[in-house]
């Protein structure tokens, strides 16, 4: 069984910045994908970023880009989303996201096949 506890959500003001962790329990967590996803209210979950087993790919949507970073420690058994110069449209409820095949860092939310609860961020103009 894998468990996937998400924090460090809360609210912001336009431009600033706010930290996400992810902490997953279960089996080993350094051959897993993480990623992150979100969604706002009446919208689709939309990816946000991912980041391989090893940490040495990592994959970001064009909205994000040069904003937000993605790691893991595989020692602590969690994934961060360091999120800067945040903007009100990145306002959602943000999930992170276990994906088995280890082999792809994917973008398609039916790749992954555990999720956390998810948690608040909103940005305030």
């Known amino acids: 069984q894998v468990q996937l506890v998400e924090s460090g959500g809360g609210l912001v003001q336009a431009g600033g910045s706010l930290r996400l962790s992810c902490a997953a329990s279960?089996?080993?967590?350094?051959?897993?994908?993480m990623g992150w996803f979100r969604q706002a209210p009446g919208k689709e979950r939309e990816f946000v970023a991912a980041?391989?087993?090893?940490?040495?790919?990592?994959s970001y949507a064009d909205s994000v880009k040069g904003r937000f970073t993605i790691s893991r420690d595989n020692a602590k058994n969690t994934v961060y989303l360091q999120m800067n110069s945040l903007k009100p449209e990145d306002t959602a409820v943000y999930y992170c996201?276990?994906?088995?095949?280890?082999?792809?860092?994917?973008?398609?939310?039916?790749?992954?096949?555990?999720w956390g609860q998810g948690t608040q961020v909103t940005v305030s103009s």
């Open positions: 996201a276990l994906d088995w095949n280890f082999r792809r860092v994917g973008s398609k939310p039916s790749e992954y096949d555990y």
């Open positions: 980041i391989s087993w090893s940490g040495g790919t990592t």
């Open positions: 279960g089996r080993t967590f350094s051959m897993w994908t």
